[in-house]
């Protein structure tokens, strides 16, 4: 099943209230998926600065930031729960590098103006957890797992992010991701799990990166990703949606002069502002919707 | 009677819808703050008016009997599904599977549903003032669907004796559907169904009629040889 929820809003005056809007949407979408849940979260660009969404299996948080201080010059480490986000003006690449000599983390993502975090347990606790409802920002997406193909772990939850401020999250299930993982592995897109999702998130990191746009790369998806699925892809300009042309996996979206929800169903949306007013549809099979700056 | 889902549980509501006195004078009933939830009026079965001021989740007034339903909002999917008789009529757009498998009754949709309205529906008579998605009428055995709009891809497909009535453009039609021509009960039977979602009878003439090829229904001899 799996829920998948996106907000992105127009009108600034919502920016501090993004979080407690997502809260909203993850708690009611929990019935859809109480394994796992994860969100990621848009936020103003930080120039030349990289922020970097780590999960760490330890709670030494002051060893880690100890140990991480001594090989990147002018860090700043914030802990929440079980993540770390670590900001600095290193760049991705030597970054990456030095973060596989900790075992004890993990990346989840990784941009100037996109965290993600993502954990197991009912979302509504790992919400909770995250102290989600304080987060402010532009845009946001998340999902609530019920796992098929994969582990029940931090790894197999969503969302993937396999490149700069991207993210995906998916409800469906993809039937070619094996080969689809080899080629994509051969061109050097890096693929850590055995999910589904992933490769598709490295399928759009693939397009972005051959300096295709969002909805391009979506739209040459629908021929090359086989299998049942609705996507909400986020990047630091906003955000998309794409139903495979079966459009068995649900989605509903609500727009209004301030905002654009995107819900797996409508009760996700319900406690929204002027919800009731707003222009509400369902996107069509093997069309991309999408919206930001 | 006012029944607000903000105050009481979805639960008690239904159970209160569901055991009506039937001595009693209350025929009346107003649903108020729906947001989204699923299963909202189903499996009524007394003669009573119900309406639901809002949006609703999945399944709204599923196996509904003899109740008039009205949604003030869009429905989610499967709304009326498994309707034997009674009355939904949704003022706003439906989710996909709309009307599946009722065997009565009559459900009439304001604006568009999106897939498979209709699906093996077996006796409900069903008026979409939009237009349908994709795969709408699979597998319908009996009753009547009416399309004011287009129909999305494989209208109708391997349908056995269910009529589709339709204004606007087909994109595609499923196997073993075809265009049929209208006889003056078939013009009947839109007539009053038509009237029932009180749009002009002229508009009669405008539709085109849809039902079974009828070549699904036995084996093909010819295709002896692939086995």
Known sequence: MCGIVGIYLKNKKY???????????????????????????????????????????????????KKLSKQVKDIKVKSISDHLIIETVMKPKKFIEILKNHDELSLVGYGSCIEIFKQVGNPKDVVKNFSLEKFSGSHAIGHTRMATESAITTDGSHPYSTGEDECLVHNGSLSNHNNLRRSLQKKGIEIKSMNDTEVAAGYISNGLSDKKSLKETLLDGLKDLDGFYTFISGTKNGMAIVRDEIACKPAVVAETKDYVAI?????????????NSAKIFEPEPGKVYSWGK | MNLNLKKESLRKVNETLQSIDRKS??????????????????????????????????????????????????????VAENMMSGTVH????????????????????????????????????????????????FMAQSGNLVICGDAGDALGDSIYEA?????????????????????????????????????????????????????????????VSEY
């Open chain 1, 263 to 275: 819900a797996s169903e409508f009760q996700a949306m319900a406690h929204l502002p002027n919800v």
């Open chain 2, 163 to 223: 009529n589709i009535f339709i204004k606007g453009k087909v994109k595609s039609l499923g196997a073993d559907c075809e265009e049929k021509k209208m006889n003056k009960k078939d013009q009947n039977i839109l007539r009053s169904l038509l009237k029932k979602a009180s749009i002009n009878e002229s508009e009669i003439k405008n539709f085109k009629m849809y039902g079974s090829a009828r070549k699904l229904y036995n084996f093909n001899l010819d295709n």
């Open chain 2, 90 to 137: 949704v003022k706003g757009n439906a989710s996909q599977s709309a009307g599946a498998t009722a065997h009565g009754g009559t459900l009439i949709i304001d604006g568009d549903t999106s897939s498979r309205c209709g699906i093996s529906m077996k006796g409900i008579d069903i008026i979409v003032k939009g237009s349908v998605g994709h795969m709408s009428a």
């Open chain 2, 25 to 78: 004078n209350k025929k009346i009933f107003k649903v108020s703050n729906p947001d989204g939830n699923h299963a909202i009026c189903a499996g009524l079965k007394d003669e009573i008016e119900v309406t639901i001021d809002g949006h609703t989740g999945y399944y709204c007034a599923g196996m509904n009997m003899n109740a008039n339903i009205i949604v003030n909002g869009n429905v989610g999917t499967g």
């Open chain 1, 15 to 65: 920016n501090s209230q993004l979080g407690k809007f997502l809260t909203g949407m993850m708690n009611s979408m929990a019935t859809r998926g109480p394994d796992s849940a994860g969100f990621a979260i848009y936020s103003s660009e930080k120039k030349k600065k990289y922020k970097y969404s780590v999960c760490s299996n330890t709670d030494q948080v002051k060893e880690i930031s």
